[in-house]
Nanobody, 123 residues
């Protein structure tokens, strides 16, 4: 069982930056592939970035060059650095975990989810 708790969201102006954190419980964090997803009102929950157990990363095309995912296995934490924020980035951001080494974009592939953290970007 893994519990995930996100933090770091907030209200920022366009062009600003945020760093989201996701703290995981449990002793086997380094065996989980982690993903960051986001969901805007009225839209589906989509992956923005993922990081595998060996720190390979994946980014959605819409965030490449602006978002950076990283993990610190000693702290059981995964991060999402978001730069050059745009109003279109406004959403609830969720952290998710799945056993195994592959990064999937489908939400159904992830076993554990956090409660989400709101990111709002003003123009």
């Amino acid at each position: 069982q893994v519990q995930l708790v996100e933090s770091g969201g907030g209200l920022v102006q366009a062009g600003g930056s945020l760093r989201l954190s996701c703290a995981a419980s449990g002793r086997t964090f380094n065996s989980y592939t982690m993903g960051w997803f986001r969901q805007a009102p009225g839209k589906e929950r989509d992956i923005v970035a993922g990081i595998s157990v060996d720190s390979r990363s994946y980014y959605a095309d819409s965030v490449k060059g602006r978002f950076t995912i990283s993990r610190d296995n000693a702290l059981n934490t995964v991060y999402l650095q978001i730069n050059s924020l745009e109003p279109e980035d406004t959403a609830v951001y969720y952290c998710a975990a799945r056993s195994g080494s592959l990064i999937y974009s489908q939400t159904s592939r992830y076993d554990y989810w956090g409660q989400g953290t709101q990111v709002t970007v003003s123009s």
